[in-house]
């Protein structure tokens, strides 16, 4: 992974969970299976059952539209849902029709749960002030 910032002196230039062997940590690919079932279930089929299942005691938001805590996470995808229920989520896709938006969300897992997320949200335009596209 490239890094924004060049390298100083006993800092990282970038993070990663491969091994200095270029393999896989276990854990890596375990956290990627709980993170894409969790957002299968929850977010493209709408069933909070994802959050009992994938989510940890302590779980901290960081979208400060959404309640913290898994209670909070209850309610404020619920209420996500219930007021957007035409809401199509379609991971790593570009659909036609509508513009949409562009998601990108980061998840922290330790024990084998989710504790922690971040999210940025951007609307897709239709004009740039530049050359480059969205995606």
Not at 14 to 39: D, M, N, P, Q
Not at 100 to 119: S, T
Request: net charge neutral.
């Amino acid at each position: 992974m490239a890094s924004w910032f060049p390298a100083l002196p006993g800092w990282p230039s970038s993070t990663s969970s491969a091994s200095r062997t270029g393999k896989e940590r276990w854990f890596t690919a375990y956290t990627k299976k709980l993170v894409i079932a969790f957002v299968e279930q929850l977010m493209v089929r709408k069933d909070l059952a994802a959050i009992d299942t994938c989510v940890g005691p302590e779980y901290h938001q960081h979208n400060p539209s959404f309640p913290g805590g898994v209670t909070g996470l209850k309610a404020g995808a619920g209420a996500y849902f219930e007021q957007f229920p035409q809401l199509r989520v379609v991971p790593k896709r570009i659909t036609s029709g509508e513009r949409g938006q562009a998601v990108i969300d980061l998840f922290r897992v330790r024990d084998g749960k989710i504790v922690e997320h971040w999210d940025a949200v951007q609307d897709v335009s239709e004009t740039s002030a530049n050359d480059n596209t969205t995606f």
